[in-house]
């Protein structure tokens, strides 16, 4: 590696990159070492494995993965109800295959080997989730384990991104540095929240991405425009957008959308959305994931899952599978999304009732916890 390939500002991003990655290993390996001895399970699920195959594979293609994972986080069916949504998932996915063949036949056939093994994963994974059900995971712990889990494939996606798609250094890296700032504050102060006020906030955060998803379904997303820099102050409003994004995403509300929102509005080039947004997650969230292991604010069985299932995702639908037509699945995320969200916000109110609510007479209090 000669000094002049160092000196260029992209790859000495990817240099840290690479770094962080390496930090980010060594604190799953101070995780698991933590919680195997503290008596949790170190080894994923089938169903969590499911979950991050899933959520990363459509996060790479531009849906995002915290709202996804959170409704599959909270998805509660009785083994009846998972053995029927699973032969229907199945049997629905069988059928749209055989439709295809026929009806588009290029949209499968000629397209290679490995895109038909990716989509047979693809459904297989949704098969896993259905039948086993993810990994359930309690609301309080659920923002720490989506920046902990999808950490590792969302460095991977950065290190694919940046790599192929142009944009300023400056511009890249002081956006990417204004998101782990927020990342770093955010955490903080989320793992500390009581559970009353993670599912509110979680829940309006999924809105929030319902929002986003709507703009983008009904193409009123602005259009953006040629740049590939920002100076003065358009760099200073992204700036500090980014900080109040990476904020933000501490508490399980993406960063993808907004960003690529933002963006938009001060005039850049929309594949410069791309480097931008998984940079900064990509950076933000070790930083984030250390404050939330750091208060043992996740849960370490469904974050393997998310990053063994996750990875690979990746890989294959950024170097297999580029780009799907994706309008039918974001109608069907806003739909499940909104549902989560209000679910969320319900059971925050309940939960407020019930500290509100006065002790029956006679009970005894609860033992003060030194």
Known sequence: MSSAWLLNPRNALLVVLALVALFYIALIIRAMTRGVRE??????????????????????????????????FRLR?????????????????????????????TLIVGRGIWFGVTLALLVLAGLLVLYFGGDPVD????????????????????????????VDPKTLILLIAASVLGAWVGAGVVARWSRKRIQF?????????????????TH?????????????????????????????????????????IMIYLLGMNPTAAFPIMMGSCAFLMPVAS??????????????LGLMLGGVPAVLLAAFIVKSLSLTVVRWLVLVVVIYTAIG?????????ESESSPAPSGATPDPAIP
């Open 139 to 166: 609301d309080q712990q659920i923002p720490g384990t989506l920046n902990f889990g999808h950490t590792l494939p969302t460095i991977a996606q950065a290190f694919i991104f940046t790599t192929i798609v142009p």
């Open 344 to 352: 969320l916000i319900r059971a925050s109110r309940r939960h407020a």
């Open 77 to 105: 069916l009785t083994s009846r109800q998972k053995t029927m949504w699973a032969l229907v998932f199945g049997l629905v996915a069988t059928i749209a295959a055989i439709l295809l063949a026929f009806l588009k036949p």
């Open 201 to 217: 906030g979680m829940g309006v955060a999924l809105l929030a991405f319902a929002g986003f998803q709507l703009l983008t379904l």
């Open 39 to 72: 008596g949790q399970r170190a080894v994923p699920s089938a169903g969590g494995l499911g979950t991050g195959f899933v959520t990363n594979f459509f996060d790479t293609l531009g849906i995002g993965s915290f709202a996804t994972t959170t409704t599959i």
């Open 220 to 260: 009123s997303n602005p259009t953006g425009g040629t740049l590939l820099e920002l100076t003065g102050a358009k760099l200073a409003i992204a700036f500090l957008g980014n900080t109040m994004l990476g904020a933000l995403m501490t508490l399980g509300i993406g960063l993808y959308a907004p960003c690529m």
């Open 290 to 303: 250390a404050r939330f292991v750091r208060e043992r604010s996740f849960d370490l069985r469904a974050s």
